[in-house]
């Protein structure tokens, strides 16, 4: 299993004021594997991938990354296992607006230690697989929404994580754009064997989900191979 979660429970605030985001959330998703999380608005989805992401630590329970034991490790630890083993794609996209889309992508790479000619190189490839190449000396802000996505997402594969998170990837995408992402993302899992997990309220996406995980006010209540008609 490259994901575990085992009992997982995570609350937010204290006393009165306190949230029960998560409770006794089990789930594991295995190497090669598009899983989708779906739920409604607060159910707990996003909480439950940052957990997976190693970016919030659970009040309880245990996370195990590629086997290895990450919820007692430490603040010093947890950034290393987050960039060899994860890449997020988040929502609001969150590129630098004052670098280039090659200079986010190529960012990213160099955080992973690849720099120089190597780094340029593989900007341009992951921009190609994301069909942005000719974008790559354009600034942020001149993009559309799909075209920011796209570059999140190749800064997502920059350094070739075998665990990629995308939290609702599709939702500021055109149907066709949208799909030309899960396709994306689901040759990365079955011919790349990386692991996916992704949150998303579109129905459309679901033809492309190995396994359908729905959770509600924080439990998972349903789970099967079944698709798109649930
Ligand atoms: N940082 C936070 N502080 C307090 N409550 C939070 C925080 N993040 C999320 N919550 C609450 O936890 C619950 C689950 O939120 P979230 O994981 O974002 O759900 P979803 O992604 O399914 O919409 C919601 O009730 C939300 O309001
Ligand atoms: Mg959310």
């Not at 659970?58 to 195990?64: E, K």
Request: one cysteine or more.
């Amino acid at each position: 299993m490259m994901i575990e979660v085992c009992g997982v429970t995570k609350s937010y605030g204290a006393g009165d004021a306190t949230v029960h985001a998560l409770n006794r959330v089990d789930l594991s998703v295995s190497a090669g594997e598009m899983l989708f999380l779906m739920g409604p608005s607060g159910s707990g989805k996003t909480t439950l991938l940052s957990i997976m992401g190693c970016i919030l630590r659970p009040t309880s329970g245990a996370v195990r990354i590629a086997g290895q034991e990450v919820t007692g490790l430490s603040e010093r630890q947890l950034p290393r296992i987050r960039l060899e083993q994860i890449g997020f794609i988040f929502q609001g996209f969150n590129l630098f607006p004052a670098l280039t889309v090659r200079e986010n992508i190529e960012l990213a790479l160099n955080l992973k230690g690849i720099r120089g000619n190597e780094s340029r190189r593989r900007s341009e490839v992951l921009l190609e697989r994301v069909g942005l190449r000719d974008k790559a000396g354009q600034w942020p802000t001149n993009l559309s929404g799909g075209q920011k996505q796209r570059v999140a997402i190749a800064r997502a594969l920059a350094g070739e994580p075998g665990i990629i998170l995308a939290d609702e990837p599709t939702a500021a995408l055109d149907g066709t754009t949208g799909r030309a992402i899960l396709d994306l993302l689901r040759e990365l899992a079955h011919e790349k064997g990386r692991t996916i997990v992704v949150v998303t309220h579109d129905n459309r996406a679901l033809p492309y989900a190995d396994r359908i995980v729905t959770i509600e006010d924080g439990q998972i209540s349903g789970q099967g191979p079944e698709k798109g008609d649930g």
